[in-house]
């Protein structure tokens, strides 16, 4: 059976162990052989990863957290299609997780790309434009707020994304108004390796405000 774990709990697991690993002191859980042979046959996740695929954002190092702990969905600019809902809903529905997470970081890739190909009026080779014109959205939005540094550009993203979860998946959403689960956006400081939240439904969850039109 899952543990009994709220979406409380499971952000205070996640922040914790991103604490010990920006002070140089991670136990690294749940890494050794009897966790292992423990998750072989079943695997109770406490927090789904939405982020992005760059190579430094890797979630159970930063996180600090082993085997079974994380269940980790990750795209270019944590852009979300069908695959990734469904993965999403899997994680929360079936495997009872109560909480999702979409990690975004500083200096994000695709948001400089999609930048670039605003500006220039150049689309992107091959597929990389489905990932642009998934984060075009989120420039508008922070055009339209007055936000221009790029780090300010990625908050909205990673709020945008938290939105675009609830908004495409009536599934998740209910979990959340009923209370089961919880949304939460966190940037990612690459130099400094700590995380800080961005949004959240519902509001409370974290003590941070959400983005504009997340529902919690």
């Known amino acids: 059976m899952p543990p009994a774990i709220g979406p409380e709990q499971a952000l205070a697991e996640l922040l914790d162990g991103n604490r010990r690993f920006v002070t140089g002191a991670p136990r690294h859980p ?8 423990a998750v072989a046959e079943q ?20 996180f600090d957290r082993g085997l079974g702990d994380l269940f980790v969905v990750r795209t270019a600019g944590h852009t979300t299609g069908p695959e990734v809902l469904g ?28 930048r670039e190909a605003v500006a220039t009026g150049t689309p992107p080779a091959g597929h990389l434009g489905a990932v642009v014109d998934a984060v075009v959205p989120s420039l508008r939005r922070a055009a339209a707020d007055g936000v221009d540094d790029i780090n ?8 945008q ?9 009536p599934v998740l959403a209910a979990e959340v108004v009923a209370g089961r689960c919880g ?18 439904a519902p509001a409370a969850l974290g003590g941070v405000g959400p983005a504009a039109g997340v529902r919690g």
């Open 161 to 169: 994304t938290v939105e675009a979860l609830l908004d495409s998946s």
């Open 30 to 37: 749940n890494q050794d052989a009897g966790r292992r042979a």
């Open 43 to 62: 695997q109770h996740p406490f927090a789904v990863i939405v982020g992005c695929s760059d190579s430094r954002l890797a979630a159970e190092i930063i």
């Open 87 to 114: 993965s999403v809903e899997y994680a929360v529905t079936v495997l009872g997780t109560p909480l999702v997470v979409v990690l975004g970081h500083d200096s994000c890739g695709a948001v400089q790309a999609a």
């Open 183 to 200: 949304v939460v956006g966190m940037s990612y400081r690459l130099a400094a390796g700590e995380v800080r939240q961005v949004a959240a």
């Open 152 to 159: 300010g550009i990625v908050d909205i993203h990673i709020a």
